[in-house]
């Protein structure tokens, strides 16, 4: 009886020892590392008997603040630019001025060679009557100076040119904060002419002037516009204000608005939807973008983005949307692609508006403030 008590005893005895075991190093065990977010971590979520989850879970995972992917840069400022970018310019122009100075330097300025000189300006997008106009005062100069040096012909064509363009035309930006409104921009025109990248190029040359920018993702036809906008953003360490794909243009508009006088920016730019000038539903669109956003801050400038390479058919729409919305200020993208630069003339005498803004390539710093003497030069050549 005794040996039968023994035994039971040491069978008690191993399966306690047995079961401590078994049991201690599952507890002792240390856990992997946990990856990830808390959801995930400790694979499915244990459940007791009547199917509830158990309290024994990973314990909630600190997830370390977003840092950035990209290092910020710091671009260069908008003063001078143009001038930096004047070999691109030249480039573009340069049949327009060499044309013109060649005929004007011959020796003799008959009938034919006045109305190639006119023919050359129209080609060049300045629009007929302007080109007759600078045509007949070249004429009439001429006439006085009687022989011409290359200098004389290149300062009289010089002066004319800059006449037409106006140099004494405010092309600053508003960019000045009211009180602790940021000032606002809002850029427009039709598909593919420059916007969301000019959104992006005129952030830049704000933080280069030392100015913090908020955009506003007020292309809401297209989740990739807004995706533009931020990889834009992200490289200067601007917030973007985005919604989803569809959302109404004029919410995200005015919560962009709203968010840069909370975080008080500098700057909101905010882009909008590329829309043909025919279609009255977008352009009311438009309109109701700016009045929405007019409920919180003055919009200081509205940039109408034209794409020089358009010719004509860019007057027709500058025309249309400037009565939509009261245009300030135009942007001539594209114009290392064209030899057609007598656009800013003709612009700005249909609009009364100043072109601010010139698009000289795909680059990041490729826009410019327009100034009318660089400008010129790098059409006459040195
Ligand atoms: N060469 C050159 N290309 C430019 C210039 N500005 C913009 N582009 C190009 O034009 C194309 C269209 O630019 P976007 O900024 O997407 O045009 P968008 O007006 O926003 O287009 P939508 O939103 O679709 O209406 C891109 O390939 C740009 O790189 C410029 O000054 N020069
Ligand atoms: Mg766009």
Not at 42 to 63: F, I, K, L, N, Q
Not at 329 to 354: N, S
Request: aromatic share 2%.
């Amino acid at each position: 009886m005794e040996y039968v008590i023994i035994i039971a005893a040491l069978v008690v005895v191993a399966v306690v020892i047995g079961g401590v075991l078994l049991v201690r190093p599952r507890r002792g065990r240390p856990r992997p590392p946990v990856e990830g977010p808390p959801e995930r971590a400790g694979g499915a979520t244990a459940v007791d008997e009547a199917g509830a989850p158990t309290v024994e879970r990973a314990p909630p995972v600190e997830v370390p603040p977003q840092r950035p992917t990209v290092e910020i840069e710091k671009p260069p400022p908008g003063a001078g630019r143009l001038v930096r970018l004047r070999a691109r310019l030249a480039r573009s122009q340069n049949t327009f001025g060499k044309t013109l100075l060649g005929l004007l330097s011959r020796d003799t300025l008959d009938e034919d060679a006045w109305e190639e000189i006119e023919d050359t300006l129209i080609s060049a997008d300045m629009g007929t009557a302007v080109a007759r106009q600078v045509t007949d005062d070249l004429r009439t100069r001429v006439q006085v100076l009687g022989t011409r040096t290359p200098d004389e012909v290149r300062g009289l064509l010089k002066e004319e040119l800059l006449k037409q363009i106006g140099p004494d035309l405010d092309r600053s930006l508003r960019t000045e904060t009211a009180g602790d409104r940021p000032a606002v921009m809002m850029v427009v025109g039709v598909n593919g002419t420059g916007k969301t990248t000019t959104c992006g190029k005129l952030g830049r040359v704000l933080v280069g002037d030392g100015k913090t920018v908020l955009l506003g993702a007020a292309d809401t036809f297209r989740a990739a516009a807004a995706d533009q906008l931020e990889t834009w953003g992200s490289r200067v360490g601007a917030r973007v204000v985005r919604k989803d794909e569809g959302a109404d243009p004029a919410s995200v508009a005015f919560d962009a608005v709203k968010q840069g006088i909370d975080t008080k920016v500098n700057v909101v730019i905010v882009d909008t939807a590329g829309r043909l000038h025919t279609k009255t539903g977008l352009m009311d669109e438009l309109g109701k973008v700016k009045r929405v956003v007019e409920k919180q801050a003055t919009v200081d400038e509205v940039l109408l983005v034209l794409d020089a390479t358009t010719g004509q058919n860019g007057m027709q729409q500058a025309r249309v949307f400037a009565e939509v919305v009261n245009i300030t200020g135009v942007v001539l993208t594209k114009l290392d692609g064209t030899a057609k630069g007598g656009i800013v003339v003709q612009v700005q005498r249909e609009l009364g508006v100043p072109v601010k803004l010139v698009g000289l390539g795909e680059g990041p710093d490729d826009l410019a403030p327009f100034e009318p003497e660089a400008f010129v030069d790098a059409i006459l050549g040195d």
